[in-house]
């Protein structure tokens, strides 16, 4: 069964500092991947997508992600977090009946 | 452009209570989704609608919990009786075309069962 994994629970950062949310996941075919976050209160906001060509896709909010085959990973970076970056991170993969697998999500909090 | 809507954005209600909440997904979109966030259990996906249709309801926890498309600009998540188990975030999604993994959510409404 396809699967879309988080490795890290929680991470906090410094202020200005870069950042990298891990993210794993398990499907045969090409997958289509998204990253998305959620900030207090909120609903899911999408920040980046994934469909095919160049593996570096930029987002929105200064985020991009890379996609390596190789490692089956789609990390999430950005060169410098900002206060307001602090909220939780969920990876998510198109799965083999076209819907959404979330991973269970990362939450980042931000030191000033 | 609006964005999924959904109302209330906060409901506080009594076990046994019935609770409606409800759903306007982006003008042109055709699949929506309703989804349970817990801290327990992450987020769950209740059901999902093509054309108004339900598709696949296999993650409705139980009898309890009902939802309807009665058109394309509408849907409703009805839970009766209420129990405080089913105190949560509940977000409606919705996704273009063929698109159903590119989802758009709502603010989500989070409910509480006392």
């Known amino acids: 069964a396809q699967s879309v994994t988080q490795p890290d629970i929680h991470i906090t950062v410094s202020e200005g500092a870069s950042l990298e949310l891990r993210c794993n996941y398990s499907?045969?075919?090409?997958?289509?991947l998204f990253w998305y976050v959620q900030s207090p209160g909120q609903g899911l906001q999408l920040l980046l997508k994934y469909f095919s060509g160049d593996t570096l896709v930029q987002g929105i909010k200064g985020f991009e992600a890379e996609f390596k085959r190789s490692q089956s990973s789609f990390n999430l970076r950005k060169p410098s977090v900002h206060w307001s970056d602090a909220a939780e991170y969920f990876c998510a993969a198109r799965d083999a009946g076209n819907m959404l697998t979330f991973g269970g999500g990362t939450r980042l909090m931000v030191k000033p | 452009d609006a964005g999924v809507i959904q109302s209330p954005r906060h409901e506080v209600t009594e076990m046994g209570q019935e609770v409606t909440l409800r759903c306007k997904p982006i003008s042109g979109h055709n699949s929506l989704f309703w989804y349970r966030q817990t801290m327990m259990r992450g987020l769950e996906l209740l059901i999902y609608?093509?054309?108004?249709?339900?598709?696949?309801d296999s993650g409705m926890p139980e009898d309890r919990f009902s939802a309807k498309m009665p058109n394309a600009s509408f849907s409703t998540l009805k839970i009766q009786p209420s129990e405080p188990r089913d105190s949560a975030v509940y977000f409606c999604a919705s996704s273009p075309g063929t698109r159903a993994y590119e989802q758009y959510f709502g603010p989500g409404t989070r409910l509480t069962v006392t």
């Open positions: 609608f093509n054309n108004n249709v339900p598709i696949d």
């Open positions: 499907y045969g075919a090409t997958p289509y």
